[in-house]
């Protein structure tokens, strides 16, 4: 019986594991993608300070458009980026659930295991008691012969 409580509590904290190492990658991956949009928002403030600095130095209407189009796709690009964020953040929940479901059923087969193993113990200490007390009730009962 205590093989197969084991056996599940063994493939519980694997399952646990696996979903640690989920939950890792699903934060890594939402860390990641906010690095992504810093990186995309530095880049456009860059660019804009360039802007700025060649139209001061004079830019043609046709240089004007070419750069306007490119900022235009930057900020396309962030807005899209945006909307990706729900998804990493979604997953990071999705995944924190999963491990704290497959944490509470770990920690249910270690609690049955420890009650087994209490319950043993008990069981183990009375019959030590029984037999120290037969032992003395012999021990007394052959002195007074």
Not at 64 to 73: D, E, P, S
Not at 94 to 104: A, I, Q, S, V
Not at 121 to 145: C, H, P, V
């Amino acid at each position: 019986m205590d093989s197969a409580f084991d056996f599940l509590l063994e493939q519980a904290t694997e399952r646990e594991n696996n979903a640690v190492l989920a939950l890792n990658k699903a934060q890594s991956e939402l860390e990641s993608y906010y690095q992504q949009v810093a990186q995309i928002e530095r880049y456009r403030l860059d660019y804009c300070a360039q802007l700025v600095e060649r139209g001061q130095a004079g830019l043609t209407a046709s240089q004007y458009g070419h750069l306007n189009r490119f900022l235009t796709q930057l900020d396309e690009t962030l807005t899209k980026q945006k909307q990706a964020e729900g998804h990493f953040k979604q997953q990071v929940q999705h995944c924190e659930e999963h491990w704290l479901e497959m944490r509470k059923q770990r920690k249910s087969y270690q609690w049955m295991l420890d009650k087994k193993q209490q319950q043993r113990q008990q069981l183990e200490a009375k019959r030590e008691q029984k037999m120290m007390d037969e032992f003395a009730t012999l021990l007394a009962s052959r002195r007074s012969n």
